[in-house]
């Protein structure tokens, strides 16, 4: 049986501002506007024959990945949360340690929750290539036929032929320089290194134990003893804590004799940076990328992306113009890859726009803080139906209720109301309270804070549904 295992960590800082801390670009609609790029990789699994897949992502991303799992109909999907980041070898190695838990021995497709493949049928196919060579213990990774000579990917050399429409590994290169980058392309011999995977579990584990024993060890140390937490599975964070960093190319494929490469030539991307979103979108007759509410007068070779409100450019070249509700990015094209040394800024100037957007998504709904000033904070707050907030009470300020649609139940103290369309309650600071939406529709409020301190970290939890501390 085939088992996807799909690697959702990540930041995608490049991608700023779009791509946060907090949600980052595996969970954003990217290229389509229906779907995130999460999404849009287990949609790609449609019509092959395999198991529910197996997510691997950070805890703290947790809720948006339940959520997107939700929307696209992947309930029954396990979701195995990562203390911290520590690459994808240990990312890899719990997924195939819980796989094999029960005594299976799936054969395991990996694959990258922020990648582009715009040609499934042709995905499909090669998975299909792989498939009996990975059942025969073959580790295999696709890769990428090239398009041109990139300098930002590595490269995979292909040796002989091991199967039909597979070849040996030659070699791994890392990232080269343009003119042997050249070199690679013309010689036909050579693929980008896509970061997707396919092999049976346990061979894998086998690998890992013989090439990097301490990041298995550490990797089952931390599945002996882990918990469930509603949809999550929570692994030892001690000891997943001391598990070497390293990726699964440097870890296992570089040194196994085993490896295989099977070409994949499929539209893929992984959209590491704003000029290649523009080079994969459509674009109009002046090969501008334009989205959202845009005017584009005398504007040529430009992605526009316009979230919120209208953006109107004139008389630019090679532009990236990226509007949300709390920051604009203008850059030149050429200097996309850059982008990080804004993030950078922003942390050494401990700013907040890096960690997250205007709106924040939790477990019960959205949070959107819409105005903020001395002494003051407004938001407005969506409870989906049959949700609730944690009961929880604040040291440094008060909260003015006011309910814009549907019903809220609240508890203030020792009372317990209903608030419905256009009524309104207060909190007073220091009161143990929550909020419910007992209703069938979405409850909307505004919430005014007032007081002296008004962050997010001004809030002690009695009690939550979601496993919150």
């Known amino acids: 049986m085939l088992h996807p295992v799909i690697l959702a960590g990540g930041t995608g800082s490049r991608l700023w501002p779009l791509s946060r801390q907090l949600n980052p670009k595996q969970f954003l609609k990217l290229v389509d506007r229906d779907r995130s790029m999460l999404q849009a990789t287990l949609g790609r699994l449609e019509g092959v024959k395999a198991s529910d897949p197996t997510i691997i992502c950070n805890d703290e991303h947790r809720f948006l990945a339940a959520e997107q799992m939700r929307q696209a109909g992947c309930t029954q999907s396990r979701i195995i949360l990562e203390p911290m980041g520590r690459n994808t070898a240990p990312a890899i190695a719990l997924a195939a340690l819980e796989a ?151 870890a296992v494929m570089e040194k196994t004799k085993d490896a295989a490469v099977v070409p994949l030539d499929a539209g893929w991307s992984d959209i590491g940076s704003w000029s290649s979103l523009w080079s994969v979108s459509d674009r109009d007759t002046k090969r501008n990328a334009l989205s959202g509410d845009v005017i584009a007068v005398e504007t040529e070779d430009t992605l526009v992306r316009a979230d919120h409100r209208l953006v109107a450019t004139l008389g630019v070249k090679d532009l990236v113009v990226v ?26 100037d401990s700013r907040h726009e890096h960690i997250n957007h205007r709106e924040v998504y939790r477990p019960w709904g959205i949070y959107d803080s819409i105005d903020d000033g001395h002494r003051y904070q407004v938001k407005r707050i969506t409870v989906k139906p049959g949700q609730k907030l944690s009961l929880q009470m604040h040291h440094h300020r008060a909260e003015h209720w006011i309910v814009v649609s549907g019903t809220a139940k609240v508890t203030n103290g020792e009372d317990s109301y209903l608030v419905t369309e256009n009524q309104s309650t207060y909190i007073p600071i220091g009161q143990v309270h929550t909020l419910e939406n007992p209703g069938v529709i979405n409850l909307e409020l505004i919430e005014v804070q007032s007081g002296s301190y008004l962050g997010e970290d001004d809030i002690v939890r009695f009690e939550d549904r979601y496993g919150r501390e």
Not at 116 to 128: E, G, K, M, P, S
């Open 100 to 250: 094999t838990a029960g005594g299976d021995d799936p054969v395991l497709l990996v694959l990258a929750a922020d990648h582009l493949i715009a040609d499934i049928d042709a995905f499909q196919q090669q998975v299909a290539v792989a498939l009996p060579l990975a059942e025969k213990g073959k580790l295999i990774t696709f890769g990428i036929v090239p398009t041109c000579p990139e300098t930002g990917y590595g490269y995979i050399q292909r040796g002989v032929e091991v199967g039909e429409g597979a070849f040996a590994v030659s070699r791994f290169v890392e990232k080269p320089d343009l003119k042997t980058a050249t070199e690679y392309v013309a010689s036909d011999e050579y693929f980008w290194n896509s970061g997707m995977f396919m092999f049976r579990a346990s061979r894998y584990l086998e690998e890992l134990r013989k090439f990097q024993p301490d990041i298995l060890n550490a990797c089952h140390s931390a599945m002996s003893s882990t918990t469930q937490d509603m949809d999550f599975v929570r692994v030892d964070a001690g000891a997943f804590e001391v598990c070497p960093e390293d990726s699964v190319d440097y």
């Open 323 to 348: 509007e949300t509700k709390d920051a604009v990015l203008v850059a030149h094209k050429d200097k996309v890859q850059d982008v990080k040394k804004v993030v950078e800024r922003l942390k050494s």
